[in-house]
């Protein structure tokens, strides 16, 4: 229960309202919250930081409210310490210091960065500070410097091991030992810190800490602590790769003064002054496998292992034990657990599940070590990332216990952590081996869910890798010999009947187009439950790897069901976006990026993962009808007149005897990194005399020569920052090397290839492509061939108005001829917005596809994939501007007007929308939809109001009413999914965020609408 000042300050900025979200001192927190743990030890009246009130976003703790009776304002070093162990557990964002007459706002990050005071008559619940201003990222855009990824302790605490790493390679150690060596230093201080390893302790057996050995250069006192340690906790962590304790011995003193640096935290590279000192009092276990994990040896990355980041590894366990009736008895296995984060987080998860379930009882050190022994199980070829598992999860065993029970671990020789090596955790190239015979774990008691992030690796070459070996005996086909591919179909051999499989792997298994029949065959063995496409946030997520991740959740089919897919079967498939959300270290799945979709569906073509990734049905619809009339792949090599073709070769090792380049002599030549497009005109000045030292090329047929010296299109695989085609038109005479592709065509073509070199800078290409084209949105932002292909196209004599067509194409070559001829200063690329409405008028565009594709073009793709923090405020995440809810709610009535035509129903419907004015944080929109009266005009009627007042009141209606989901505040940024009923009418309840108003929304919205209505009354009759 939240104290007076407490309470008075969370009523005025509207955080009282946010119940679940909301953890005051006293509070029961959810058994099977994520940050249980550490909401706890925030909150703890005994602990130092003694906060009254912990407000989550999301599940993530993002304000810490602390009561300051004067002294924390007049102490500045008792408020660093505050914010010093705040900074440790790497979660909250904001510190809250409030005072019955002020509050004060302190960033946890950097201790040079300056507070904001704020007076109680200055509070006010949609301010920056208020609840909505925290869930809709205000606080970010007010102090982005408050939000450096650089600043945080798993990032300070990652720079000062890699170099310790370095240094101590360079001063005589191999790399492993080196690991294995800080492996032992963060258990110890793991130990010491958190007063396991305390002056009792040390007094007892005659020992030192760690911290005052290394300063005193004390090898021998060195080796009797790890020794002692190594007998009195588990000899398996503390026994070194080298015989003895010899590792340590062979520091030179310099080594030894780097790492007492380490020890007393400084920032051992950079010399900050500005940073806290990490604490592992209060870093949590996950962080520490998190940050072992991403410097194991080389070949971990070799192997196409990444670190799996905290916020992932929470979602992960959320979707593995979603279905769970009860967590505490699923048997865990990670068949390629390098570090151990994902067991870790398990079974963290477990251990406090259990607690609450005991009602905070404390658990013993027995019923931890029962919990491990008999429900953690991993794997992995490398024996150093084995042994670091093991480390985190003897840390997540001892975190919590009683002195009664240290001290038993201490003394008692029966009470010791479990030898994990030789049952749970088993590492090495045959028994680690997930697709051995003789793994370790393969026979026995099957697992209910395995939890993995297996290898990423496409083996090159002649490589052989055990995976290939294992599909090749099953008779499965490995797309591009994708070992995480593999791993999905070997895990069946490790489930129980009915387990289920949440793996993290790249987003090429499922939605590559090379992967669609591996997918068909993956589903007939899996019911899909979940599919989660980060592709949005692959430069967020993991910055090494060259394709976005996702998280593929499974139930394994029995054997009997092997390939019976029913017809009504269906999965989720969740589009999350980059936005605000992940400064604060976040993953928002937010409603509105969810589809439910037929599994069969997906089984027919996996292109629609990509379409639906920023696309709807009714974009599917669009792209399917364009196509139905032609492709532009109709056009050329077989199908047609014109061919596609690379430029020259200057050399191949395969070819022995090159030929003369003295045909191309006489021609100019483009060297690809001149090639800059502005307009559909190749510019002539990006030509130059064919290069005086190519003597010869590897071939040069006749057809390339004649290719070179007539109407063209040329085209690069790499696209512009926006997503276009690099696409120019000339008949020039001209040569270009491999690198550059073309489409050419006879003479009598040159009109029609004209207009398609425009076509292919257009917003409806651009839009194609972002629609289908799997490589654009997802890995090398390329264009292949085949997606070029795919274009929708008619000829201009197939089209279905072939006069229309004709004078359009006729229309845009005489504006490019014009262009042509005008001299070189006056030439500017022509107006992109002509380009696009002679191509929307070519292919017959309705007046809200139109719309769709500017506004994919506009918005969209200028804004995917930000490659920092700091890029994730862009023009998506703003404030609607008036003009486009205009739009949304026009296209939203049309679309639920043709529904109700297409089900036979009578009548206009009226919409209007209250909005927040432009100042309020956190800014909402209500959405009213309501049966037009019998004597009103057949258009229906559309309204557009700003109005704080009745918009706080309408939602206080509802929510007094019972009608909103949760109560009023409670995250209503993250519910536009939300429709309510009342009376006739019907609300929907939206954040003023500008990707949720765009027409693609209103078309799923109107859906949601429709099926709402169907479910309520049966009969579209009601939506009248």
């Not at 309840?989 to 049966?1018: C, F, H, N, Q, T």
């Amino acid at each position: 229960m939240a104290s007076s000042i407490t309470q008075r300050w969370l009523d005025g900025w509207g955080y009282a309202n946010a119940r679940q979200a909301l953890h005051c001192r006293g509070d029961s927190i959810p058994p099977n919250h994520a940050y249980r743990n550490e909401i706890s030890e925030l909150l703890d009246p005994e602990n130092t930081i003694k906060a009254t009130a912990v407000f989550d976003v999301e599940g993530v703790p993002t304000v810490c409210f602390i009561e300051d009776n004067g002294a924390l304002a007049e102490s500045q070093d008792a408020l660093d310490r505050i914010r010093e162990k705040i900074w440790n557990q790497n979660l909250i964002s904001v510190l809250l210091l409030i005072s019955p007459s002020q509050a004060t706002l302190v960033p946890v990050s950097r201790k040079d960065l300056k507070p904001e005071t704020i007076a109680w008559a200055d509070r006010g619940t949609h301010g920056p500070y208020s609840c909505r201003g925290v869930q809709a990222g205000e606080l970010f855009r007010r102090h982005k410097d408050w939000f450096v990824p650089e600043d945080r302790v798993d990032q300070h605490l990652l720079r000062n091991l890699n170099y310790m790493i370095r240094s101590l390679e360079g001063s005589g150690l191999l790399k492993v030992d080196a690991q294995f060596l800080m492996a032992q230093v963060l258990f110890i201080s793991y130990l010491e810190h958190r007063g396991i390893v305390g002056d009792r302790y040390r007094q007892k057996h005659n020992l030192s800490s760690l911290e005052y050995l290394v300063a005193a250069r004390d090898r021998k006192g060195i080796y009797r602590l790890i020794n002692r340690l190594k007998g009195d906790f588990n000899g398996e962590l503390l026994e070194p790769e080298t015989e003895g304790t010899g590792l340590w011995k062979t520091l030179s003193d310099e080594a030894l003064a780097l790492l007492h640096r380490f020890l007393c935290r400084d920032d051992l590279e950079g010399g900050q002054q500005s940073l806290w000192h990490y604490d592992f009092r209060y870093i949590p276990v996950e962080l520490l496998s998190g940050i072992y994990e991403s410097f194991l040896a080389d070949d971990k990355r070799d192997a196409g292992a990444y670190y799996t980041p905290r916020h992932l590894a929470n979602l992960a366990v959320d979707l593995a034990f979603q279905k769970s009736t009860n967590i505490l008895s699923e048997r865990i296995y990670d068949g390629a657990c390098g570090s151990g984060i994902l067991l870790t987080t398990a079974y963290r998860r477990m251990l406090s599940y259990a607690q609450a379930r005991g009602k905070d009882r404390s658990l013993s050190f027995e019923e931890r070590r029962d919990l491990l022994e008999g429900h953690i199980f991993g794997s992995d070829l490398n024996e150093s990332a084995c042994r670091v598992t093991a480390f985190s999860l003897y840390l997540s065993l001892l975190e919590g216990l009683q002195p009664s029970d240290i001290s038993r671990l201490q003394d008692d020789n029966q009470v010791k952590l479990p030898n994990l090596s030789k049952r749970n955790i088993i590492g090495g190239a045959t028994r680690g081996d997930f697709f051995s015979e003789k793994n370790g774990h393969l026979t026995g008691t099957k697992f209910s869910i395995i939890l993995s992030n297996p290898p990423w690796v496409e083996p090159k070459g002649k490589t052989s890798v055990t995976s290939d070996a294992w599909a090749k005996k099953r008779g499965f086909k490995i797309p591009r010999r994708q070992m995480a591919a593999a791993f999905m179909l070997r895990a069946r051999d490790y489930l129980q009947p009915q387990g289920r499989a949440c793996l993290i792997l790249p987003v090429s298994v499922v939605a590559a187009p090379t992967s669609s029949e591996f997918l068909r065959t993956w589903l007939d063995h899996y019911e899909l439950e979940t599919l989660i496409n980060f592709g949005d946030i692959r430069k967020l997520l993991f910055s090494t790897a060259k394709q976005p991740c996702l998280i593929a959740v499974g139930t394994a089919r029995p054997q009997d069901m092997i390939g019976c897919v029913a017809g009504n079967e269906t999965f989720e498939y969740w589009v999350p976006k980059a936005d605000i959300s992940l400064a604060f270290n976040r993953l928002s799945l937010h409603s509105h990026d969810r589809h439910l979709l037929a599994t069969r569906f997906l089984q027919l073509r996996n292109e629609s993962l990509t379409t639906l990734f920023w696309g709807t049905m009714q974009d599917m619809a669009t792209i399917s009808s364009l196509r139905a009339q032609g492709q532009l792949g109709d056009l050329i090599g077989s199908n047609g007149p014109w061919s596609n073709r690379k430029g020259f070769h200057a050399h191949d090792a395969s070819i022995s005897d090159p030929v003369s380049s003295k045909p191309l002599r006489k021609m100019l030549f483009l060297d690809a990194r001149n090639l800059h497009v502005d307009g559909p005109l190749l510019d002539r000045s990006a030509l130059e005399p064919f290069p005086p030292l190519m003597k010869t090329v590897t071939r040069l047929p006749k057809s390339l020569l004649q290719a070179f010296a007539g109407p063209k299109i040329i085209f690069t695989d790499g696209i512009t920052s926006d997503r276009k085609i690099r696409a120019v038109f000339s008949k020039e005479a001209f040569s270009f090397k491999h690198s550059v592709g073309m489409l050419s065509g006879p003479e009598e073509d040159e009109p029609v290839m004209r207009f398609v070199a425009a076509y292919m800078q257009s917003s409806l290409a651009q839009y194609v492509l972002l629609m289908t084209a799997y490589q654009v949105n997802f890995e090398r932002e390329r264009v292949s061939l085949k997606d070029i292909e795919g274009l929708p196209f008619v000829h201009p004599d197939q089209h279905a108005n072939p006069e229309m067509a004709w004078k359009i194409i006729k229309d845009l070559s005489t504006q490019m001829q014009a262009l042509e001829k005008a001299r070189e200063i006056l030439r500017q690329g022509m107006d992109t917005k002509i380009i696009d409405d002679l191509v929307f008028d070519y292919f017959s565009l309705s007046r809200l596809q139109r719309s769709r594709i500017r506004e994919v073009s506009e918005y969209i793709a200028p804004n995917l994939q930000p490659g920092s923090i700091d890029r994730l405020d862009t023009p998506l995440q703003g404030r609607t501007p008036q003009v486009q809810i205009e739009k949304y709610t026009r296209a939203l009535r049309e679309e639920i007007q043709n529904w109700s035509k297409a089900r036979g129903g009578r009548g206009t419907i009226n919409v209007s929308v209250i909005i927040n004015t432009q100042d309020i944080s956190g800014a909402l929109g209500v959405v009213k939809i309501q049966p037009a009266s019998r004597e009103a005009s057949s258009g229906g009627a559309l309204q557009l109001n700003k109005d704080d007042r009745a918009l706080s009141a309408l939602l206080s209606k509802l929510s007094a009413n019972k009608l909103l989901p949760m109560d009023l505040g409670d995250n209503l940024q993250f519910i536009p999914e939300t429709i309510v009923r009342s009376g006739d009418a019907l609300y929907l309840v939206k954040p003023l965020i500008r990707r949720l108003w765009m027409s693609s929304e209103a078309y799923r919205d109107a859906e949601r609408v429709v099926r709402s209505v169907i479910a309520a009354s049966g009969d579209m009759e009601a939506a009248q």
